[in-house]
């Protein structure tokens, strides 16, 4: 069972940066995919950028803004924001799955998820 610890929300104003980290209990370069999703009030959670094995994704709305990373001695993910629009607001959801290389592209795919973080932007 994978625990994940998200943490690095907060309320930033339109423009700013954020880094969000989610710690994972555990890991295996290309045999984990862990991936950032995210979750505004009456929409679906949708995928936003996702790594496994070097293998990254990003969500059209966040390309070039956007980077996520990961740190293995310390099994943890990153996703640094910059460059933040109202639109990002949000709670971000720190998610994995075990898989080979690729990651899926739904949330049902992913067996594990973090607690939540909260971003907010503002004018």
């Known amino acids: 069972q994978v625990q994940l610890v998200e943490s690095g929300g907060g309320s930033v104003q339109a423009g700013g940066s954020l880094r969000l980290s989610c710690a994972a209990s555990?890991?295996?370069?290309?045999?984990?995919?862990m991936g950032w999703f995210r979750q505004a009030p009456g929409q679906g959670r949708e995928r936003v950028a996702s790594?496994?094995?070097?293998?990254?994704y990003y969500a059209d709305s966040v390309k070039g803004r956007f980077t996520i990373s990961q740190e293995n001695a310390k099994n943890t993910l990153y996703l640094r924001m910059d460059g933040l629009k109202l639109e990002d607001t949000a709670m971000y959801y720190c998610?994995?799955?075990?898989?080979?290389?690729?990651?899926?592209?739904?949330?049902?795919?992913?067996?594990?998820w973090g607690q939540g973080t909260q971003v907010t932007v503002s004018s």
């Open positions: 790594f496994n094995g070097g293998n990254t």
């Open positions: 998610a994995a799955v075990n898989v080979r290389w690729i990651c899926p592209p739904a949330s049902f795919q992913y067996n594990y």
């Open positions: 555990e890991y295996t370069y290309g045999r984990t995919c």
